[in-house]
């Protein structure tokens, strides 16, 4: 049986693929759309992902310095915590100049129950933190989060403040240009600029990236 991509290339950047979970059901998500990112199939046969072996696909590849290391997947990376930080000290401890990267979500206060930046500071560079929209009622369109998440929009902006708080490079994103979700950019960018953020705008592409 093939083994499952935990490590993949896209544009020449090295991405880590630890879980296919989310708490979110994004309207735009590539996943509902395609197995496959950059010729990488991404669905894992199972979620009990080993630190060892996505360290071990890590070393499968010429790791320069000033690479840039993003946990990004089929799934949200701070689900899987523990692993992040193990990976990124590692990765620290082996590469330097290495710059690494989490997109998420913006969740993981209310996954974990506890603020988990002073757990990221050190050891993440830089988040990618998808605000997706400008009020909390056209967040829950795009981002469709779980029932049991309340208020999230307000935690997701309180996470991208505690991030920036950290020292941790923070980017708020939203897509713009799917369907007819009237995201306003502007807006947007002030909330991000007043979180101490910037913002990132990305086109919606039907392949995702």
């Given at each position: ?95 330097k100049g ?45 981002s469709r ?65």
């Amino acid at each position: 049986m093939a083994e499952d991509n935990l490590v993949y290339i896209l544009d020449g950047k090295i991405y880590i693929n630890l879980t296919n979970r989310c708490t979110n059901d994004c309207v735009f998500c590539i996943r509902a759309l395609k197995d496959t990112v950059g010729g990488a199939d991404l669905r894992l046969t199972s979620e009990q992902v080993k630190t060892d072996d996505v360290i071990e696909q890590l070393k499968r590849l010429k790791i320069k310095e000033n690479d840039e290391i993003i946990f990004c997947g089929y799934g949200e990376p701070l689900i899987k915590l523990e692993q992040v930080k193990e990976v990124a000290a590692f990765i620290k401890e082996n590469y330097k100049g290495v710059k690494i990267r989490v997109n998420t979500n913006g969740m993981a206060n209310m996954i974990h129950k506890r603020d988990v930046t002073p757990e990221l500071a050190g050891l993440i560079d830089a988040v990618s933190v998808s605000l997706n929209a400008q009020n909390e009622e056209l967040y829950n369109k795009i981002s469709r989060p779980k029932p049991e998440y309340k208020g999230t929009y307000a935690r997701v902006k309180e996470f991208i403040w505690y991030c920036a708080n950290a020292k941790i490079e923070t980017t708020a994103t939203v897509v713009e240009g799917f369907e007819d979700y009237e995201v306003d950019v502007s807006q947007c960018e002030f909330i991000a600029k007043n979180l101490g953020a910037t913002l990132r705008v990305r086109s919606w592409l039907p392949s995702g990236y």
